[in-house]
């Protein structure tokens, strides 16, 4: 149980091009989904908070215009990078949690590559 | 401000020894405690978590240890096996709130 999934797992897009990235609770309700951002060898930078119907909120200093995030289901969060530059290519990370668990349930990652 | 500290960026234990990986915190105000491992390119597994009000769960290989004074975690892995060789991550959730606060991660490595 507890299964999130992502899509696509890597992608690679143009410079000043946007692209989405899916993140759903294959088995589960999600109440919140939260997306993270890695950098190589790093922690886990959290971007944004989601809850179903609700807008998200962003972490200080991400940018909510640049990084779209909707929740529009109990079972999927959609992530946009619009206009992507070099220097949001990334690993990207969302995971999910219903209302009865504390524990965070993490999906796969997305390498985004912004040539 | 880092709020949850994992001091050792590295460890390497001999298969069939125990791992022992930390964990300090800072924030009075969290109450639940959660590893996770992670293996390269992929998404965090949860592996076993704690609440403030305990100071022992066990699963397992995988035993958490809390010591509220010291603000301090751990985790045990005994025995270690070479599958155990990823990054583990503790975090910790301020009581009320949905988010989690990462360490900086320990980058396990068990020798054959």
């Known amino acids: 149980g507890a299964v999130v999934s992502q899509h696509p797992s890597w992608v690679i897009c143009k410079s000043g091009t946007s692209v989405k990235i899916e993140c759903r609770s294959l088995d589960f309700q999600a109440t919140t989904m939260f997306w993270y951002r890695q950098f190589p060898k790093q922690s886990l930078m959290l971007m944004a908070t989601s809850n179903e119907g609700s807008k998200a909120t962003y972490e200080q200093g991400v940018e909510k215009d640049k990084f779209l995030i909707n929740h529009a289901s109990l079972t999927l969060s959609t992530l946009t990078v619009t206009s992507a530059h070099p220097e949001d290519s990334s690993f990207y990370i969302c995971?999910?949690?219903?209302?009865?668990?504390?524990?965070?349930?993490f999906g796969p990652g997305t390498r985004l590559t912004v040539t | 401000d880092q709020q949850v500290k994992q001091n050792s960026p590295s460890l390497s234990v001999q298969e069939g020894r125990i791992s022992i990986l930390n964990c300090d915190y800072t924030?009075?105000?969290?109450?639940?405690f959660l590893w996770y491992k992670k293996y390269p390119a992929e998404g965090p597994t949860f592996l076993i978590s704690?609440?403030?009000?305990?100071d022992k769960n066990e699963d397992g290989r995988f035993t958490v240890f809390l010591n509220k004074s010291a603000k301090h975690l751990s985790l045990h892995i005994v025995p270690s096996q070479p599958g155990d060789s990823a990054v583990y991550f503790c975090a910790a959730r301020v009581q009320g709130a949905q988010k989690l606060v990462f360490g900086q991660g320990t980058r396990l490595t068990i020798n054959p």
């Open positions: 704690i609440s403030s009000i305990k």
């Open positions: 995971s999910a949690r219903t209302g009865y668990t504390h524990e965070q349930y």
């Open positions: 924030n009075s105000m969290f109450d639940y």
